[in-house]
């Protein structure tokens, strides 16, 4: 969790000099992007999720034949991915670096949902004083 958050604000760090740039050009609306570069970008996004799931599959984390799993893997995957985009979009990055962010965010997608889950079910395991669970009681 401790190398998560110093990757995370090392990132906002980054991205400062970005959101100053872009703050002063115009920012277009969702719906004034063309539909080749919403299903170009989600088609990455998703990509990454597929991608995501087949590395859990083959360490044995799912099973192929979960469709219901992958559905869920795709849409996550989609989403945080077409979020990403749409901030890029704002920043006005350039489209070539674009397409490899979205695909990483949408790999990480549910897999960043997941460590939320987890740093919130301990923290309130921890201010309700229920003892956590171990594995072999799930």
Known sequence: MRHFLINFILCLH?????????????????????MKSWLFFG?????????????RVKRGEAQASNVSQLIGELVTSGMAG?????????????????????????????????????????????ILGIPPQSKDDL
């Open 82 to 126: 077409l979020m990403a985009w749409m901030v890029m979009q704002w920043l006005h990055i350039d489209e070539m670096l674009q397409a490899p962010i979205v695909g990483v965010a949408g790999h990480m997608g549910a897999t960043a949902l997941q460590w939320a889950e987890f740093a919130l079910k301990k923290r309130a395991e921890a």
């Open 43 to 55: 088609t990455f996004a998703i990509l990454g999720g597929f991608v995501n799931w087949l590395s």
């Open 14 to 34: 980054l991205l400062a000099p970005m959101v100053a740039q872009a703050q002063a050009i115009a920012v277009k609306s969702p719906l004034d992007l063309p």
